[in-house]
């Protein structure tokens, strides 16, 4: 791993997921430790997320906060919501069920709050540990997602924007760019699949990974068809269709429920 590797990780991170991250090969680790963290803070005032070789045939990503971040931390406790809470929770519940997920050494349940003390580490196991296109599938597979769960509690935004109001509270012209969050994305397609709900058309089968999903996210109940404002749980509500099944579900209002428009299909 060297310096631009890193880089190319860091712009990748931006790229895909709109979070701003700065990022450096630690030069206290012996085997070359990676490090992360938000652009607006630093290494001590923040959250750090770092991926370090562990044996042979093992990365351990962690997320941990620098030693400085009492500000940070305080934040994160005044504005998190259960809404946000909500979406970090099952951000980590997709690594709990793929790989060894530990808060402070012990196995981690969903009531965990953000402290001082707060240090998650995920174990991938049976991989090249030093081979870049490994490290890049653990930074995608595991750090991207914790840098997307913290990102919900602090409030941070790919735009600049720090609403947290609940969906449905938003004006009108920002809902569709709420619907295309780049976290709201990563989480429905971690938890159902890069594939269409509905009719099952899987994108890289026909384009290759070379052109992005072409999938789109939608709310299965709609934020233009509720009265007042509630909250999502992204497990339940968020589902990933292709273009066409996006359009035909919408062509009724209220919008046909997935199900529904799987009935409709022709066998």
């Not at 030093?130 to 991207?144: A, G, H, P, T």
Request: hydrophobic share 35%; net charge neutral.
């Amino acid at each position: 791993m060297n310096e631009l590797q890193v880089v190319k990780l860091r712009d990748n991170i931006r790229e895909k997921y709109g979070l701003n991250v700065e990022g450096l090969i630690d030069p206290a680790s012996p085997r070359k430790s990676i490090l992360f963290w938000f652009d607006n803070y630093n290494r001590g005032n923040g959250p750090v997320f770092s991926i370090r070789p562990s044996g042979l045939k093992r990365h351990v990503v962690s997320l941990k906060f620098g030693p400085y971040a009492a500000d940070c931390i305080e934040h994160i406790k005044k504005i998190s919501t259960q809404e946000s809470y909500a979406i970090a929770y099952a951000f980590v519940e997709q690594l709990v069920e793929k790989f060894n997920v530990k808060l402070n050494g012990n196995p981690i349940e969903n009531d965990w709050k953000i402290d001082a003390f707060f240090n998650i580490e995920v174990t991938r196991t049976n991989l090249k540990q030093d081979d870049f296109e490994c490290i890049s599938d653990s930074v995608e597979l595991v750090m991207v997602p914790l840098m997307a769960a913290i990102a919900e509690l602090i409030g941070y935004d790919e735009v600049g924007q720090n609403d947290r109001d609940k969906e449905g509270e938003l004006k009108q012209s920002l809902i569709t760019k709420r619907e295309r969050n780049p976290r709201n994305r990563l989480l429905c397609l971690s938890i159902h699949g890069a594939i269409c709900f509905v009719c099952k058309l899987d994108p890289k089968s026909i384009y290759g990974s070379d052109l992005g999903s072409v999938l789109e996210i939608h709310h299965i109940e709609p934020l233009s068809e509720i009265e007042e404002a509630r909250i999502y749980n992204p497990r339940t509500d968020l589902v990933p269709l292709c273009p066409n099944c996006h359009r035909a579900i919408h062509k009724r209002k209220p919008a046909y429920k997935p199900n529904e428009l799987k009935d409709m299909l022709i066998k």
